[in-house]
C-alpha cells in the first residue's frame, strides 16, 4: 500500500468517557479499548467498554482489544461491547477469518502481528488476505505471560515499512510511539494509521499536554 503522509491517529488505552471526549477533541480518528490481557496497560471492564463505544459518534471507530483466539470467544466479547471494529491481539487459532465474517458483519477485523523478526513480513502478508487491515506492534507472544501490547518499545521500522510497502489493506504503526519520535516513524514507515498508548498518558492517565504534542507533531 502507498505511504500515507497524513496517518490517521488511534487513541489507546482508553479508560472512561471523559478520555474519550479529550481524544476525539484533539483529532484522533480511533479510539482503542482494551479487554482482559494477560499483561500490560489499559484494561477496562466490557461494561465500561461497551459505555464508551456508544457514546462514541460517527466517524470515529472503536476498537475492542481482544486476546480471545476461538471465534466463539471473540464473537461473544464483541457482542458484549459493540465497537465497530475489533483488534485481534493473539492469533485465531479455533475457526477462521471467514466464520467471524459471517458471525459479525459490517464489523472490521484488525490482526496486530508482533514484529520479532524477518520472518514477521511473510506472517503479515499471509494474514492480510483475511483480514481489513494489520496493526504491527513491539509484543512478545513467546513469553510464558504474553506481552501482547502496551509495551512502551520500538521495533524494527524497517520491517514494517517492508510489511506497509508489499500488503493491500491499512497498515498501523504502534509500539513505543511519543512526540519526539513520531515524525520520524511516519518517514521511515509511511503507515496509514498511528496506535499510540503510553506516549500520551501520565500517571495512568491521559495527558492533554503529551496529547496535544503528539497530533501537533504527526501533522507537522
Known amino acids: 500500500m502507498d505511504p500515507a503522509l497524513r496517518p490517521r491517529i488511534k487513541i489507546c488505552c482508553i479508560a ?3 478520555e474519550a471526549r479529550l481524544a476525539i477533541a484533539a483529532g484522533a480518528s480511533a479510539l482503542g479499548l482494551v479487554g482482559p490481557m494477560p499483561s500490560g496497560p489499559g484494561v477496562i471492564p466490557d461494561e465500561a467498554i461497551h459505555a464508551i463505544a456508544l457514546s462514541t459518534p460517527p466517524p470515529i471507530a472503536t476498537f475492542l482489544l481482544t486476546s480471545e483466539q476461538s ?4 464473537v461473544a466479547h464483541h457482542r458484549r461491547t459493540r465497537t465497530t471494529a475489533i483488534q485481534l491481539v493473539d492469533r485465531l487459532i479455533r475457526g477462521t477469518f ?3 465474517r459471517r458471525e459479525l458483519p459490517g464489523t472490521k477485523l484488525v490482526q496486530v502481528v508482533h514484529i520479532t523478526g524477518p520472518e ?3 506472517d503479515a502478508v499471509a494474514l492480510s488476505r483475511d483480514v481489513d487491515a494489520l496493526l504491527l506492534d513491539s509484543g512478545r ?12 518499545r520500538r521495533h524494527d521500522w524497517q520491517l514494517s515499512r517492508r510489511i506497509r510497502e508489499e500488503v493491500a489493506i491499512p497498515v498501523f504503526l504502534a509500539g513505543g510511539l511519543h512526540a ?7 518517514d ?4 496509514f494509521g498511528l496506535d499510540v ?3 500520551v498518558r501520565s500517571g495512568g492517565s491521559l495527558d492533554p499536554s503529551l496529547l496535544h504534542a503528539f497530533l501537533k507533531a504527526a501533522a507537522r
Do not use: H, M
Open 141 to 152: 507472544p513467546d513469553l510464558p505471560v504474553k506481552v501482547l501490547g502496551g509495551t512502551g
Open 188 to 191: 521511515q514507515v509511511g503507515p
Open 16 to 18: 472512561s468517557r471523559a
Open 180 to 186: 519526539g519520535i513520531v515524525r520520524e516513524a511516519i
Open 71 to 74: 471465534v466463539d470467544g471473540i
Open 120 to 122: 514477521s513480513v511473510e
Open 197 to 199: 498508548c503510553s506516549g
Open 98 to 100: 471467514a466464520d467471524l
